[in-house]
């Protein structure tokens, strides 16, 4: 329980990795706030079956509002926020495209949640992180930033900025004893990949071919890291990203 009393937002907790995140960090004791654009509320029932302490807030991470409201919610729910893991993203949804058929609309939109929605997301718990003196950020990231994987330029770029915002904010943020981590997937099966059968078929084979360890990677392959970085024992690790893809790309 080396999470007991603390609080985590997770946004993008309603189903796949970031779920998986929720049900780890609500083991450790933590209260948990899911912010979602949709299914936050279905998540929390799930959970406080399980007797877990848990909140949710519909939130698109991309509106300023939303970010706002996500932290208020935390605050009025569990009186603090110790925890910051930025999962949502658009992915899952994604079609593969060869890099002229994007559009300036599509690296917006991406931008605009995978990018600007973690930037917001953080400066929406910065002052409750800056009044304690410590927060915890962990913001998801993906192995296709260190692999450059065809397709989906936009996505590539998207999750190569989640590193290097990391280390900035890790920079930044360490005078408040704030730190800030990241962790980057290998493909994995989560909800919304199940989901998409045309990006399950296309990179499950070669995933898994590309990998040491011979298997497919689930949702619970990812929480280790992430309760890793919310915890005791990485108190001294800040501006780091950690690879969790069973073997397919050595950082
Ligand atoms: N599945 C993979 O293979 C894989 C690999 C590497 C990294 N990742 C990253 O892991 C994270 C989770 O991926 P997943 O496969 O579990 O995704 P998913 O599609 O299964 O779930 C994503 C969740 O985020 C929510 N969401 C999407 N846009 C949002 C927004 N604007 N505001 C709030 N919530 C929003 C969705 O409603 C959903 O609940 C993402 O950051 C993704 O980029 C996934």
């Not at 509106?63 to 706002?68: G, L, M, P, V």
């Not at 658009?90 to 058929?101: H, R, T, V």
């Not at 002052?127 to 410590?134: A, D, E, H, L, N």
């Not at 497919?216 to 890291?225: C, E, H, R």
Request: glycine share 12%; hydrophobic share 45%.
């Amino acid at each position: 329980m080396d999470l007991a009393g603390k609080v985590a937002i997770v946004t993008g907790g309603a189903m796949g990795i970031g779920y998986a995140i929720c049900e780890a960090l609500a083991a450790q004791g933590a209260s948990i706030v899911i912010a979602d654009l949709k299914g936050g509320a279905a998540a929390a029932d799930k959970l406080r079956a399980k007797g877990h302490k848990v909140a949710h807030v519909d939130a698109d991470v991309s509106s300023e509002d939303d970010t706002q409201r996500m932290a208020i919610a935390a605050l009025d729910a569990f009186g603090g926020i110790d925890v910051l893991v930025n999962n949502a993203a658009i992915y899952s949804s994604l079609s593969l495209k060869p890099f002229e058929q994007l559009t300036v609309a599509d690296w917006r939109k991406m931008l605009d949640v995978n990018v600007i929605g973690q930037f917001l997301c953080c400066k929406a718990v910065l002052p409750t992180f800056k009044k304690q003196s410590s927060g915890r950020i962990i913001s998801i990231s993906s192995g296709v930033a260190f692999k450059g994987n065809p397709g989906m330029l936009h996505y590539v770029a998207s999750k190569g900025a989640i590193v290097s915002m990391t280390r900035t904010l890790a920079t930044e943020l360490g005078e408040h004893g704030i730190q800030v981590n990241s962790v980057a997937p290998g493909f994995t099966l989560s909800d919304g990949v199940h989901n998409n059968p045309e990006l399950a078929s296309t990179v499950s084979g070669f995933s898994v071919r590309g990998r040491a360890l011979k298997r497919d990677m689930l949702p619970a392959d990812v929480v280790g890291a992430v309760t890793f970085f919310a915890g005791p024992h990485s108190a001294f690790i800040t501006g780091q990203t950690l690879v969790v893809d069973g073997g397919a790309y050595y950082h």
